[in-house]
């Protein structure tokens, strides 16, 4: 089990750039899958990113090429954003899992609005 909380959203222009972190707290941090998500009101939550304890990377094909999912210190995780687009508007949260588990541990959300 791990706290988990975002920071870094905010409102950029369609092309820019933010960088979101996520500071956890909690036993065996490292091992765990580490995740940003991001959510329109009324669709359902999408996976963004993750890494794995290990380093390995997954991207969502609407971000692959613009985002960066990056783990420091072992207790930060950052959602470098490029060249975003209005439609990356959203709420995004920081998740975490252990293993094969679901994924059990979210941070409040932070908002992040992309102006044409």
């Known amino acids: 089990q791990v706290q988990l909380v975002e920071s870094g959203g905010g409102l950029v222009q369609a092309g820019g750039s933010l960088r979101l972190s996520c500071a956890a707290s909690?036993?065996?941090?490292?091992?765990?899958?580490m995740a940003w998500f991001r959510q329109v009101p009324g669709a359902q939550r999408d996976m963004v990113a993750h890494i794995t304890g290990s380093g390995s990377t997954y991207y969502a094909d609407f971000v692959k090429g613009r985002f960066t999912i990056s783990r420091v210190n072992k207790n930060t995780v950052y959602l470098q954003m490029n060249s975003l687009k209005p439609e990356d508007t959203a709420v995004y949260y920081c998740?975490?899992?252990?293993?094969?588990?679901?994924?059990?541990?979210w941070g409040q959300g932070t908002q992040v609005t992309v102006s044409s």
């Open positions: 998740a975490a899992k252990l293993g094969v588990r679901p994924y059990d541990s």
């Open positions: 909690g036993s065996s941090f490292s091992l765990y899958t």
